[in-house]
């Protein structure tokens, strides 16, 4: 018999798009979700011995507890990652709307895979819409699509769900905005990693929780160097472990 931990606030999807509470989920609180899916992936793909690759990230596979903690389920598409350089499969597993196109034409299963398909997570927490819709006109079905032609077009703040568009956090979810678009990329190769991709949730985070902390850095490099004009300075994140906090993260592992 196998016994499984007990969810009850159901998947990311059904809190996104069924429950009526779907649409006044905090900023704050989709970012939390995020970033610990981000870190169970990152556990995976880095920590595994050895690495799995997930096949299947989807809204409707990450759960939530009593806490709205994220955990990662269903292995049902996942494989271990290969020993040597070549490595198909006979059919594509996975769900429309989130499967990788480049997986999609060599039926090669990568690390970058999952980080496509994650990146459409993000864009379902950013925009609290479906990763496709069947009821609108053939161009705007993808939900992938959309985004990319709407931050090509800087249009992006249209996509987004009213209850984050009010928050004075623009800022803030614009970098989550850039960092889906860089999971979606058409090419796997310049993808970002599922670690790298933790990490940046991880500064982003913080930075929503702590903004003056950005701020104050500037104002004291400034003085220090004797500088009026602008500098760029780069938030240092503090170093976590990644394994320890991650475990918590997957079920069914």
Known sequence: MLVYEFIPNDTLFHYIHYKKQGSHISLETRLKIAQESAEALAYLHFSASPPI??????????????????????????????????????LVQGTCGYLDPEYMQSCQLTDKSDVYSFGVVLLELLT???????????????LSSCFLSAMKENKMIELLDDYIRCEDDIEVIMEVA??????LHMKGEQRPTMKKV???????????????????????TEILLGASHDIEIELSTDHFSLEKK????????
């Open 198 to 220: 933790a990490e940046e949730l991880d500064r982003i985070r913080k930075l929503k929780q702590h903004p003056w902390g950005q701020e104050y850095q500037l104002e004291e």
């Open 128 to 142: 609290s819409k479906p990763a496709i819709n069947f009821d609108v006109v053939e161009e705007e079905k993808s």
């Open 53 to 90: 690759f997930h096949g299947d990230v989807k809204s409707s596979n990450i759960l939530l507890d009593q806490n709205y903690t994220a955990k990662v389920s269903d292995f049902g598409a996942s494989i271990l990652a290969p020993t040597d350089e070549v490595q198909f499969v006979t």
């Open 246 to 253: 991650a475990k918590k993260n997957i079920v069914g592992r």
């Open 178 to 183: 850039e960092l889906a678009k860089e999971c």
